[in-house]
Structures are given as C-alpha cells and as structure tokens.
C-alpha cells in the first residue's frame, strides 16, 4: 500500500504512464466521457469527491505544463474557478469554449469523473516534464 500521493490505482497508473503533453481529465459528474476514452468513476454521490479534493490530490502528483478549462466557468462557477487558479499556482491556463473543451477530451489518456455537481467544474491537465 502506497504511504503518500494518490492511492487510487487507475489514476496513479495512468500518471505513471503519461508523457510530455499528454492530457488527462478531471470532470463534474455530467460531463459526457467519449466511449474511446478511459474512464476513472469516483463519483459517489452529489459532491462527492469533488472537483477541487481530487485536483489538488492529483497535481501533488503530477507535473503539468499547463492546463484548459471551459471559459464559461470563470462566469458560471466563480468560486470553484478561483480555487482552480489558485491550486494551478501560475501553471498556464488556456480557456476555451465548453464545446470544444469536450472536443479536446477525446485527446486524453483517461478522464476521472468526480462527484462535483456544479457547472462546469472541469479541467483538462497536460503533462510537463520534471526535468529541463
């Protein structure tokens, strides 16, 4: 048993494996998963895990070089869009339309669903490299 970091199999693993640029996803519980993409289900209940808990678990694991969200969350969801800024801690982030912020997650390696229940509570991570 893991002693630190995330403990979830499915989603250490696929850190594991990502490259340099590759994506993955942290989604609310409505967000449609494309059936050519690995699903993470964490979702146990309304809000449960949510948005923000599962984010900041997964980039204390992982390096990102970036990252994309909807740009309706920084109108629709002010709260949770402040929480995102402030856990990506300068990391860039490019904001896009949600139609083709769910384009963009037929490009991820997986997508973890959460239990996060308010608008557009999604974010897609891309990997970096701990080196120069």
């Not at 250490?12 to 409505?30: L, N, Q």
């Amino acid at each position: 048993m893991r002693k630190n970091g995330i403990l979830n199999s499915d989603i250490a693993a696929v850190i594991a494996r990502m490259g340099h640029t590759d994506y993955i996803v942290i989604g609310d519980c409505g967000l449609p998963i494309p059936d050519s993409v690995k699903r993470i289900d964490l979702a146990v209940k309304p809000g449960l895990p949510s948005f923000l808990d599962t984010l900041e678990a997964v980039l204390a694991d992982m390096v990102v070089e970036s990252a994309v969200i909807a740009a309706e969350m920084t109108e629709h969801n002010i709260p949770v869009h402040g929480r995102t800024r402030t856990l990506l801690n300068g990391v860039p982030i490019k904001h896009v339309t949600h139609e083709a912020f769910k384009e963009l997650t037929l490009q991820a390696k997986a997508v973890i669903r959460t239990g996060e229940a308010t608008p557009y509570a999604n974010i897609i991570l891309q990997s970096g490299v701990f080196f120069k």
